[in-house]
């Protein structure tokens, strides 16, 4: 040993200076820098392809802003205490009543961090009217991406707000029939779950899961009856003094989110059918309020979402209002859930930007063997890869976000965008939306997870402990926790594949043909401006669209053969549509890191007999390319602190 060496201690010896996260996104606008550097260059990518020039400005500014306000450390210190100061029951008066007015307790970094959310609009931008000339849905994903990470799981309320607000947009102009006053409810209930203000705002949940089916809810044992409005206690006033709905409705719900909204989407078995109900959480009573028929049984210990309040709920004489047509439920929730399904993928990938950022900045940061992390090639490589399939996976949730946009507003708000071509007409984006919705949320849902462990590796311990000193900023196992989730709500990646078999049978989406005669045909179409700069990669894709439409010929007509196949029918989708989103994008300006981005998701995705076309790279070069895909185009390397590695 040295006569040099000295121990360490508590106070002394090597301590490892703090990584920066820098904002997620930089706006050019707004810095009056046309080099202004973008931490997370999707972003900019995105931008460029779907939001008009003349729209820029304000998406950019609201990018801009919440990038910068997840940053500050009262807004960090709300997530922290959201995480740490848990949602709990007080089932009891202190006397041991039955506690019916507030027995779910929630922190108040939760509450601050709910109302944020309001007011940046995560759900109020894609009903903005007065934002009519670009794609809503985009612009509201693009500033949640920047906010859902930090938002420590009140995006799970949003996302069901959202869901619900479509879902009662579509029955504000139905007669009330035998439901005096409903208009008026619904349309007030509607005006609340699209508000910016916080302070009159609602949040929405949705209750459909039962112990009984779990995803299938068919087994759903909630039951709904009608009250004449001329029995005893059917008179009644929800907490804004408008009437409660004439039905009453009793069961139990084995997992609900967003326990603690003011109302709830639900379903429940009538003489009819399974139907969609709209219930309102809390009702008048005297001069002051309680529950509306509704008992928090007990809260779920789960893996992650800690700070969210998941709960087992019994319904005994809810009062609420039928919503659509009595005995078709699911069709009316299922407006509901593609919205929500949306979310879970592109939440996902929100968690997983953070991932990388907490990754990038670390190995900007980090000494080892006498140089900094980046200085290491196989690192570079490894998290190069990474971002590949962030970018890929980031593009083609993007793209189905685009799709609802278009089904909403109509293709004609992509026109002068050089994203148009990815939507010829109306009728396509509507079909291409029902088609990729389950794949986008189970294919991007799962590749986040796998991806955010991989994050939480490249740090080392540090990646694995629950860091929530300095405000949480480096506490990527949170993430990996939470992200998880999305796995799992809104239907696992098997009730997804059943899904994509459901619509490949559906005879009302092109008699049945939607991918033989829409999905190949779009592809193709989008791909040929893309072969004389990517003409191997297009032949890659081809290919695969040629496996996945043989796949169907020999499967489709045999439904468990199908079923059995439905795993695979996902991933096909997932890599063509995938590239072809990158690859189109990378058609428009040619740029460097793009075009690098899109021929290495092709080459990792290809059909192993093709795969060889693409393993002649020269490593030396490529590695370089690792390192700017990785840590930024703008990125300048310092030499290593002892000369070399």
């Given amino acids: 040993m040295s006569a040099s060496h000295v121990a360490s201690s508590a106070t ?46 304000r998406v950019c500014s609201d990018m801009h802003q919440v990038s910068r306000m997840v940053l500050q450390p009262s807004v960090l210190a ?105 208009q008026r409810v619904l349309r007030e209930y509607r005006r609340r779950l699209v508000s ?82 709209c219930v309102p959480l809390r009702r008048k009573a005297g001069s002051s309020t309680e529950l509306n028929g509704i008992r928090i049984q007990r809260l779920k210990n789960k893996l992650g979402t800690k700070a969210l309040p998941t709960a087992e709920l019994e319904i005994k004489g809810a009062r609420g209002w039928l919503v659509g047509e009595e005995g078709k439920g699911v069709k009316e929730i299922s407006t509901l859930l593609n919205i929500t399904r949306l979310h879970a993928g592109c939440g996902s990938t929100s968690s997983w930007s953070r991932a990388l950022a907490i990754s990038r900045a670390y190995t900007k940061a980090r000494d080892v063997r006498g140089a900094r992390l980046y200085h290491h090639p196989q690192l570079n490589f490894w998290m190069a890869s990474v971002t590949v399939k962030y970018w890929a996976a980031t593009q083609l949730g993007f793209l189905g976000v685009a799709l609802l946009g278009c089904a909403e507003q109509g293709v004609s708000i992509m026109a002068g965008t050089p994203a148009a071509a990815l939507f010829p007409d ?15 949320k189970s294919q991007v849902s799962v590749g986040s997870t796998i ?72 592809v193709r179409k989008v ?7 990517f003409a191997r990669e297009c032949s890659v894709v081809l290919e695969r669209l040629d496996a996945l439409l043989s796949l169907l010929a020999r499967v489709k007509g045999n439904d468990r053969h199908l079923e059995y196949n439905g795993r695979h029918v996902l991933v096909h989708l997932e890599i063509i549509t995938t590239a072809v989103a990158l690859l189109h994008d990378a ?7 793009s075009s690098a981005v899109a021929t290495r ?40 602190l002892n000369g070399k590695l």
Avoid at 527 to 533: A, V
Avoid at 587 to 593: A, L, Q, R, V
């Fill in 12 to 57: 002394s010896g090597f301590f490892q200076t703090l990584p920066e996260i820098k904002p997620q996104y930089t706006s050019k606008h707004l810095t009056k820098r046309t080099d202004a550097p973008t931490d997370d260059p999707v972003l900019d990518r995105l931008l460029k392809q779907y939001i008009p020039a003349d729209s820029q400005p």
């Fill in 78 to 182: 709300h997530a922290v205490e959201a995480e740490t100061v848990l949602p709990h029951l007080s089932p009891l008066t202190t006397f041991g009543e039955e506690n019916r007015d507030s027995p779910l307790i929630t922190c108040h970094g939760w509450k601050a961090l709910k109302a944020i959310g309001v007011e940046l609009g995560a759900v109020a931008t894609a009903y903005d009217l007065s934002l009519s000339r670009h794609n809503r849905r985009v612009h509201q994903f693009m500033v949640n991406h920047n906010w859902s990470h930090t938002a420590c799981m009140t995006m799970c309320p949003m996302t069901m707000t959202d869901g619900s607000a479509s879902l009662l947009l579509a029955r504000l102009n139905d007669l009330d029939g035998d439901q005096p006053g409903r």
């Fill in 196 to 277: 910016r203000d916080s302070k009159e705002s609602w949040t929405s949940g949705q209750w459909m899961t039962e112990r009984s089916g779990g995803s299938d809810v068919r087994g759903t044992e909630t039951i709904a009856r009608r009250v004449p409005l001329t029995e005893s206690g059917a008179v009644g006033e929800d907490v804004l003094g408008l009437p409660l709905g004439p039905w009453v409705i009793d069961g139990f719900k084995w997992f609900s989110s967003a326990t603690d909204s003011d109302m709830t989407m639900l379903l429940a078995q009538t003489s009819k059918g399974l139907s969609a109900f």
């Fill in 426 to 440: 109306d009728k396509t984006a509507r079909l291409l939306l029902r088609l990729l919705t389950p794949v986008i």
């Fill in 451 to 522: 991806a955010i462990r991989e994050c939480m590796e490249s740090i080392g311990g540090v990646g694995y402990c629950e860091n929530y000193e300095d405000g949480g900023i480096l506490n990527v196992a949170k993430l990996f926790r939470d992200t998880t989730v999305n796995t799992i709500w809104e239907g696992t990646t098997s009730i997804m594949a059943d899904d994509i078999g459901r619509v490949l049978k559906d005879k009302r989406l092109a008699n049945g043909k939607i991918v033989e005669d829409v999905y190949a045909p779009w």
């Fill in 527 to 533: 791909l040929e401006p893309c072969r004389p700069n």
């Fill in 587 to 593: 058609n428009t300006d040619h740029d460097e890191i």
């Fill in 601 to 640: 998701y092709v080459s990792s995705n290809a059909i192993p007999a093709t795969r060889h076309h693409f393993e002649a790279a020269d490593w030396e070069k490529e590695q370089d390319m690792d390192r700017r895909i990785f840590l930024g185009a703008d990125f300048t390397p310092s030499p290593a």
